[in-house]
């Protein structure tokens, strides 16, 4: 299958395959849909049902795949997609390949912020280093 190069903010190619692109809309959509329908308490239990049924934790270039994949413009952008919704996204293209990582969501109190992020191996991915001093976990999954 054709493969699209997109370069990563560490300049870096990154190539996805078109399936891999459609794959990640239709999850950023599924969770746009789940965290709109949902509490996070089920959508919490839902991730870990999955999660148990993985081989393993998903590896940096898989990760890197399915991190373009679930921020592409398109069909997802119809409404408000954040940190929330893509890093769902990111862990729901990781269980589709039966591969885990770790769901994050956290607080910081002053001034008031929420955000959510992805862990592969204790490490978020993608994120600011010092996330974990900015924000205490409320969620984990």
């Not at 300049?11 to 692109?21: F, Q, V």
């Not at 890197?64 to 890093?87: F, H, T």
Request: aromatic content about 10%; hydrophobic content about 50%.
């Amino acid at each position: 299958m054709k493969s699209q190069v997109f370069v990563s903010s560490r300049y870096e190619e990154i190539k996805i395959s078109l399936l891999d692109r459609i794959a990640g809309q239709l999850l950023v959509l599924l969770a746009y849909l789940l965290i709109g329908f949902l509490p996070l308490s089920t959508i919490s239990k839902i991730i870990s049902v999955f999660k148990s049924r993985c081989g393993r934790e998903i590896y940096e270039e898989e990760a890197k795949v399915a991190w373009k994949a679930v921020r592409q413009l398109g069909i997802a952008s119809l409404g408000r997609v954040a940190c929330l919704e893509l890093s769902l996204a990111f862990m729901l293209f990781a269980l589709t390949r039966r591969l885990s990582a770790t769901w994050c969501v956290g607080v910081s109190i002053n001034p008031f912020a929420a955000h959510a992020w992805v862990e592969i191996n204790g490490i978020p991915f993608k994120e600011q280093d010092e996330i974990e001093h900015l924000y205490k976990k409320i969620l984990v999954v």
